[in-house]
């Protein structure tokens, strides 16, 4: 499929800073290139606050309306949400297709979701999206057919009517509630056995994917593209010590996700509230990696996660130029592909886990196999030994303070009494 060609609209506000601004900008371009899109101009103006009724300034708009004409533009994207006022102001004016970055941040998730409940979720907020937006923007679109911004629902429900969008919402909303309960049931088992669960978190196309994989030996998708990965991954993991638990990889955090979409995916999302430690995966040759780092942090407080121990990975050390500078503490700088690093990588969660479970000793007789190796791989066992005198094991590391395992720690203490 040809690339479309497209021009971006882009309101700076003067409360805005030019960093925050310039990497909204920057990441609004690499949005329209993963859609398939080529941004042939954009067009900025300066002002105090978005215009109501048609987000910029009315010579602006007649600037838009020239270059459509004369470069053959096929598509105006918005850096904003627009209103649905603001959509059908400007869409008397342009003759092409406008839309948001929001509507693209979802016609991309409709290219990438593969699960039915992928699907299910970009399609409740691509809908919940265009219910407000039905008047003005149906005949546009379905007059101009496919592109980006009208794949997913979008593209066969634009002229169906607001009674239908809504059952049909309410119908998927039915669907998911089962898919939810599902994920909490799996969600609660694990806590219930006492798994330890990390999740891997961080800005779209930080290198979750790719570091995800080189730890667990996986075969997730890894590109070099915005949200590669739309359904959650989880895997088991083991570190140098034995110690086991189940690792995660989530979607990617992104500058204004659109509030529909943040809703829909929200049990997704819930992979990470719900972990004993998080890995915030950061592209240390990013130039805007400190403002997404901050949009990740939002984020993760926004799910209540933002108290879970967490260890920032600053990943693609390898394409680094300069110095580097973290703006997380604790941290590890790595490459992902780089073996040595994957392993450093666990010693240093180890290390901070040790740093924070209890320190124990017990003495375990040889035939108790079975709480031997429980004691190997949900615990950081840091010394075993076997003594043929009294024909025991002795075992010394470091566990949880709410594990189940407790109980040895207990029964051991009580026979030394």
């Excluded at 003005?136 to 969008?165: F, N, V, Y």
């Excluded at 895997?235 to 809703?263: C, E, M, N, Y």
Aim: aromatic share 6%; with cysteine.
């Amino acid at each position: 499929m040809p690339e479309e060609k497209v021009l971006i609209m882009a309101v700076n506000k003067n409360n805005q800073g030019d960093d925050q601004f310039k990497s909204s900008l920057n990441e609004l371009i690499s949005l329209c290139n993963t859609a398939g899109g080529k941004v042939g101009k954009i067009i900025i103006q300066n002002r105090k606050e978005i215009h109501p009724a048609t987000y910029i300034g009315e010579g602006k708009v007649e600037e838009i309306k020239q270059e459509i004409d004369s470069n053959e533009i096929g598509l105006v994207i918005s850096n904003d949400e627009l209103s649905p006022s603001q959509i059908r102001n400007l869409g008397h004016y342009f003759s092409v297709r406008l839309i948001d970055r929001s509507q693209l941040i979802l016609d991309i998730f409709a290219q990438r979701a593969k699960t039915k409940e992928g699907k299910l979720q970009v399609e409740l907020a691509q809908l919940e999206y265009l219910l407000p937006r039905l008047h003005g923007q149906g005949a546009m679109l379905s007059r101009l057919g496919g592109g980006i911004g009208t794949r997913g629902p979008g593209e066969t429900k634009l002229e169906t009517d607001q009674r239908h969008i809504r059952r049909r919402i309410t119908d998927i909303k039915r669907r998911l509630k089962t898919v939810v309960e599902q994920r909490k049931q799996y969600r609660d088992r694990r806590k219930t056995n006492k798994v330890f669960q990390i999740a891997v978190v961080g800005y779209t196309n930080a290198g979750k994917s790719t570091l995800f994989n080189r730890l667990t030996n996986s075969s997730s998708l890894e590109e070099n593209k915005l949200f590669a990965t739309l359904d959650p991954l989880t895997r088991k993991i083991q570190f140098p010590s034995g110690f086991q638990a189940l690792v995660t990889d989530t979607v990617g955090f992104l500058q204004d996700l659109p509030t529909a979409l943040i809703a829909s995916f929200r049990s997704t999302l819930e992979e990470a509230a719900e972990a004993d430690f998080i890995l915030h995966i950061v592209d240390s040759s990013h130039p805007d990696q400190n403002e997404q780092q901050k949009t990740v942090a939002q984020i993760l407080d926004d799910l209540n996660a933002a108290t879970i121990p967490a260890l920032t990975v600053y990943n693609k050390k390898d394409l680094l130029t300069g110095d580097f500078i973290p703006m997380n503490h604790p941290y590890i700088s790595v490459s992902a592909f780089n073996d040595q690093d994957m392993t450093d990588l666990l010693i240093k969660i180890e290390h901070l886990l040790k740093q924070t479970w209890q320190l124990y000793t017990i003495y375990l007789a040889a035939d108790k196999g079975k709480e031997l190796h429980l004691l190997t791989t949900e615990t950081i066992v840091i010394k075993r030994d076997f003594n043929e005198e009294t024909n025991e094991y002795t075992v010394q590391g470091y566990m949880a303070q709410n594990h189940p395992l407790q109980r040895l720690i207990k029964e051991n203490r009580q026979r030394n009494d």
